[in-house]
């Protein structure tokens, strides 16, 4: 079973408006943290955001929020006023296992901001 | 600041060759990582690190093999190469403290052909 799933291959944006990329997840642990991060055509792999199983508010980080619905099991990224530089592949990821920190990914979403 | 290095950044590989991809990261973390990305693709989990001593296999071992001499290194091992270990290769370090528990730190990459 997959642990990750983002089901929206590509997605367009018009600049400037607001944009969200679904992920859900599935685990068993009741201790587990969900990343976004963005790679850029030039291969990079950055760090956006971060949500904690345990946290009670959604996260935050500048134009990055992370919808966290624990009872569905999704954590949408929601990227407002998109800039042409937010054109990337976006990928959801899962920390699970307590101390063993194993991570795996999704298979990513990649966004198109148009001009 | 290094991070996480990756060597070598580009390799051509033969069928039966052997190569080790190198990784060492300067910021003490316990958990290391070893990722691969096919073209267009998530990222797969090859095998990962607990700490100097452990490690496990992820979803996709079979072809490789680690080692974690050092809490600094986690060269990656590739055995009788084949045509389907071409990839994008990335190494990734993580630490449970901090703000952003388990937040992956990664290398930049590393893009084996295998012919």
């Known amino acids: 079973a997959q642990k990750i799933t983002q089901t929206q291959p590509g997605m367009f944006v018009q600049e400037k408006e607001a944009v969200t990329l679904d992920c859900t997840y599935d685990t068993s642990d009741p201790s587990y943290g969900l990343f976004w991060y963005k790679q850029p055509s030039s291969g990079e792999m950055i760090f956006l955001i971060y949500q904690g199983s345990y946290d009670q508010q959604n996260a935050t980080e500048g134009r990055y929020s992370l919808n966290f619905q624990k009872a569905r099991k999704s954590a949408n990224l929601v990227i407002s006023a998109s800039q042409l530089g937010d054109s990337a592949m976006y990928f959801c990821a899962m920390r699970e296992g307590g101390g063993y920190q194993k991570v795996t990914f999704g298979i990513g979403t990649k966004l198109q901001v148009i001009p | ?115």
Not at chain 2, 49 to 59: C, L, N, P, R
Not at chain 2, 72 to 80: A, K, N, S, V
Not at chain 2, 90 to 113: D, I, M, V, W, Y
């Open chain 2, 1 to 115: 600041n290094a991070g996480v290095t990756q060597t070598p950044k580009f390799r051509i590989l033969k069928i039966g060759q052997s190569m080790t991809l190198q990784c060492t990261q300067d910021m003490n973390h316990n958990y290391m990582y070893w990722y691969r990305q096919d073209p267009g693709m998530g990222l797969k989990l090859i095998y990962y690190s607990v700490g100097a001593g452990i490690t496990d296999k992820g979803e996709v071992p079979n072809g490789y093999n680690v080692s974690r001499s050092t809490t600094e290194d986690f060269p990656l091992r590739l055995e009788l190469a084949a045509p389907s270990q071409t990839s994008v290769y990335f190494c990734a370090s993580s630490s449970r403290q901090g703000p952003n528990t388990g937040e992956l730190f990664f290398g930049e990459g590393s893009r084996l052909t295998v012919l």
